[in-house]
Nanobody, 125 residues
Framework: QVQPVESGGGLVQTGDSLRLSCAAS????????VAWFRQAPGKEREFVAS????????WYATSVKGRSSISKDRANSAVILQMNSLKSEDTAVYYC??????????????????WGQGTQVTVSS
């Protein structure tokens, strides 16, 4: 089975950019979809972005669309989430998840069954 491993979190200032990486461990992403979710203190976990490792298509939450991009780094078997113009409300633990959702469930947490441990992103004003 594939185990996603996140890296790249940290403390940044409002307006800064951050690059999160989700690497495949134990196997490859193969025919899976890879997604980023986040959970802020006191809030439920929410979808951020997702991408199919084989094939096309990207999905974004409204809250990050236009200032974030998700992409594949095939050389390193990783999925990259580039976040720009960061806001304080982007502060959360970011989780990488792997699954085989259909197009209509790409944003559904329940469609993903391998989860990473999470990486903290803190945006300070």
């Amino acid at each position: 089975q594939v185990q996603p491993v996140e890296s790249g979190g940290g403390l940044v200032q409002t307006g800064d950019s951050l690059r999160l990486s989700c690497a495949a461990s134990g196997s490859t992403f193969g025919s899976y979809a890879v997604a980023w979710f986040r959970q802020a203190p006191g809030k439920e976990r929410e979808f951020v972005a997702s991408i199919r490792w084989s094939g096309g298509g990207t999905w974004y939450a409204t809250s990050v669309k236009g200032r974030s991009s998700i992409s594949k780094d095939r050389a390193n078997s990783a999925v990259i989430l580039q976040m720009n113009s960061l806001k304080s409300e982007d502060t959360a633990v970011y989780y990488c998840a792997v699954g085989r959702p259909i197009a209509s469930t790409m944003q559904n947490e329940a469609a993903y069954y391998y989860w990473g441990q999470g990486t903290q992103v803190t945006v300070s004003s």
